[in-house]
């Protein structure tokens, strides 16, 4: 999957820059991924998540993490008097790792496949459950549209994420036939090359000013103040080596998440900066998290 996601959206940077692609490519593109795939993909793993105690830790650490995210980006956005939609666009980069199709993959490689029962239960009960979550509101209340309780209720009701999210709390009482889980998860697998090459179509790294300072904020924020806060917290209550701190600070250093960028350009938030720290931030990644990892 690694070599699938930086390949798409390398394919689509280089199509960017031979020839301008039409608008309506990125719109069927993104409109295919919030309305179908990711969907897909949200029923097919929260129906099925188990709750277990041996995952406790890295679920309280992902929620944590993405509590002092938001804290952080409404504190420095009200500060710097950043408008609404770079506002929206960081509550939802800065907040949300891409700790399944990249974060999985790394975990895996670079720690060992004994702690991949961690990894996902980072991804799936907090990563995965913010984006349905905290995506839904972040995109209906900083998104194109009006403001006010109802019309966020309206565009909530149409959101093809948080209703998969419904769905799938629906199916874990009620199961779905065996057959249609290959189905979902197969639908589900096209998220990340995709939204990918739809972000490449779109990446550039010549961005204004005033996409520079915010993206930079975010990245440095995402990448490397929280990750490096579990590691004081590991340090001070566990051990950094230990199985689920050392998950814990692997997937806390994840770069934002594809589909949270795919969420964001849905609703109308900063495209630039989306497709700027996406890019830039799983660009970086294959560097950063190698590096991490030795001390872990």
Known sequence: MLPLVIGAFLLGWLVRTIRPVPIAVTTWADKYVLQVALPALIIAKISKVSFDADVVLPIAVAWSVMLIAIVAVLTVSRLMKWNQ??????????????????????????????????????????????????????ASTYGAGENGWRPIVNRLSRFGPFLALLASLVFRVINLPVDVYPVLDDVGKTVAPVAMCALGLRFTLNVSRSVQVPALFGLITKMAVLPGLVFVMSVLIGSPHDLAWSTSILQAAAPPMVS?????????????????????????????????????
């Open 260 to 296: 949270a960028g795919v969420v964001a350009v849905g609703a109308g938030l900063s495209a630039e900066l989306v497709a700027f720290m996406v890019g830039v931030g799983t660009l970086v990644s294959f560097v950063s998290l190698p590096l991490l990892s030795l001390a872990l």
């Open 85 to 138: 939609s770079i506002i929206g666009a960081l509550l939802l980069l800065t907040v949300l790792g891409n700790t399944s199709f990249l974060g999985l993959g790394m975990v895996e490689s670079l720690l060992g496949a004994d702690h991949l029962a961690s990894a996902i239960a980072y991804d799936q009960v907090g990563t995965f459950v913010g984006l349905a979550l905290w995506g839904s509101f972040v």
